[in-house]
């Protein structure tokens, strides 16, 4: 069981990353899946986008979005407003002619206007073929949209995962870990998690984490950084504003999450140091039951407590720290349970 805090954010850690047989099995098929296209002339190279192509996302893993650089040989497909169509039903066809994919079946779930979705028997997660065009621009592509008829959908889906990689390399590579916990406490909260889409939650931490640090650290800034920009518009790695569609009720509604868990950060880090039983509870209040209690015996809090007196944080938490704790009688400290 967890001694610090320390030992409390690596089985958090633990419990937001994605099962190693997953994370098999989605190589496997995307593995697959290059060499039939590849075979089929329908592929020059791939690469993965969204938050499991930038190592971002929590369990359960629900969908993979794989971006199909088609060969400059099928560049006729540019100028036919059939083509997006066209080039998607050919990955059907060579998906279904091979032997790998037996039982797949195709937009079962969503018919994606900008890719072609694959579900397999027994897996819980699907593919997204994206088809795309390279643009000239060694960081844009050219997307398809099938429902447009159209490939002027321009993507930065290689300067983003470039940032991305970057700054994980810069932070010791940790910050890709620091990310998910920032996404797994708006799930605590599942009206502003609605709001909140995945690429915000990366755009704050980019924003608020430029150097390596603790994670207890690295969440207290983020959720600063939350509350510091999202008043107002703001776009982030996006090219777009990422808060367009928020009513003002929303958005006071997201500032508001994001001031709370900035004020619990703030007053667990200070109860770290005197009261790491305290701190692991205020810790759990942002990240709920996936953040474990630190372990103390009845004897060491005991102790503790009749050395130090006792109180309760701001949010009822009991704790021997004289640096956050409210006002209470000295003449009798509380007693463990």
């Given at each position: 069981?967890?001694k610090?805090?320390?030992?409390?954010?690596?089985?958090l850690?633990?419990a937001?990353?994605?099962e190693p047989?997953v994370?098999?099995?989605?190589?496997?098929?995307r593995?697959?899946?290059d060499?039939?296209?590849?075979?089929?002339?329908?592929?020059?190279?791939?690469?993965?986008?969204?938050?499991?192509?930038?190592?971002?996302?929590y369990?359960?893993?629900?969908d993979?979005?794989?971006?199909?650089?088609?060969?400059?040989?099928l560049?006729?497909y540019?100028?036919?407003p059939k083509?997006p169509?066209?080039?998607?039903?050919?990955f059907?066809?060579a998906?279904?002619?091979s032997?790998?994919f037996?039982?797949?079946?195709?937009?079962?779930d969503d018919?994606?206007?900008?890719a072609?979705?694959?579900?397999?028997p027994?897996?819980?997660?699907?593919?997204?073929?994206v088809?795309a065009?390279?643009?000239?621009?060694?960081?844009?592509?050219?997307?398809?949209?099938?429902?447009e008829?159209r490939?002027?959908?321009?993507?930065?889906v290689?300067?983003l995962?470039?940032?991305?990689?970057a700054r994980?390399?810069?932070?010791?590579g940790?910050?890709v870990?620091?990310?998910?916990?920032?996404?797994?406490?708006?799930?605590?909260?599942p009206?502003?998690?609605?709001?909140?889409?995945?690429?915000?939650?990366e755009?704050?931490?980019?924003?608020?984490v430029?150097?390596?640090?603790?994670?207890?650290?690295?969440?207290?800034?983020?959720?600063?950084?939350g509350?510091?920009?999202?008043?107002?518009?703001?776009?982030?790695?996006?090219?777009?504003?990422?808060?367009?569609?928020w009513?003002p009720?929303?958005?006071a509604?997201?500032?508001?999450?994001?001031?709370?868990?900035?004020?619990l950060?703030?007053?667990?880090l200070k109860l770290e140091?005197?009261d790491?039983?305290?701190a692991?509870?205020?810790?759990?209040?942002?990240?709920?039951s996936a953040f474990?209690?630190v372990q103390?015996?009845?004897?060491?809090?005991?102790a503790r407590?009749?050395?130090?007196?006792?109180?309760?944080?701001?949010t009822g938490?009991?704790?021997?720290s004289?640096?956050v704790?409210?006002?209470?009688?000295?003449?009798?400290p509380?007693?463990?349970t």
């Open positions: 069981m967890p610090n805090i320390t030992e409390c954010y690596a089985k850690d633990e937001l990353t994605l047989q994370a098999a099995k989605a190589k496997k098929l593995d697959d899946i060499e039939v296209l590849k075979d089929h002339g329908w592929m020059e190279t791939s690469l993965l986008q969204g938050s499991y192509g930038r190592k971002t996302m369990p359960p893993l629900k993979v979005d794989l971006v199909i650089v088609l060969p400059e040989s560049s006729h540019r100028s036919d083509g169509a066209k080039v998607i039903a050919g059907r066809l998906i279904e002619s032997q790998k037996s039982g797949v079946r195709f937009d079962l018919r994606p206007a900008h072609l979705q694959l579900t397999f027994g897996v819980p997660f699907t593919f997204d073929l088809p065009f390279e643009s000239g621009n060694p960081n844009w592509l050219y997307i398809a949209d099938r429902d008829e490939w002027d959908e321009k993507s930065d290689r300067a995962r470039n940032k991305v990689m994980n390399v810069l932070t010791g940790v910050w870990r620091q990310v998910r916990q920032s996404k797994h406490a708006l799930r605590q909260v009206a502003v998690k609605a709001l909140v889409c995945g690429l915000l939650v755009s704050l931490a980019y924003d608020a430029t150097k390596a640090m603790s994670p207890q650290k690295a969440a207290e800034a983020i959720f600063a950084q509350a510091k920009v999202l008043g107002r518009s703001y776009s982030g790695l996006a090219l777009d504003d990422l808060t367009a569609k009513t009720e929303q958005r509604q997201v500032v508001a999450f994001y001031t709370d868990r900035h004020r950060a703030i007053e667990a140091a005197d790491p039983v305290a692991s509870l205020t810790w759990a209040q942002v990240f709920g474990p209690e103390e015996t009845l004897a060491e809090r005991v407590t009749n050395r130090l007196g006792g109180g309760t944080t701001s938490v009991l704790t021997t004289p640096r704790r409210a006002a209470s009688p000295p003449a009798r509380w007693r463990a």
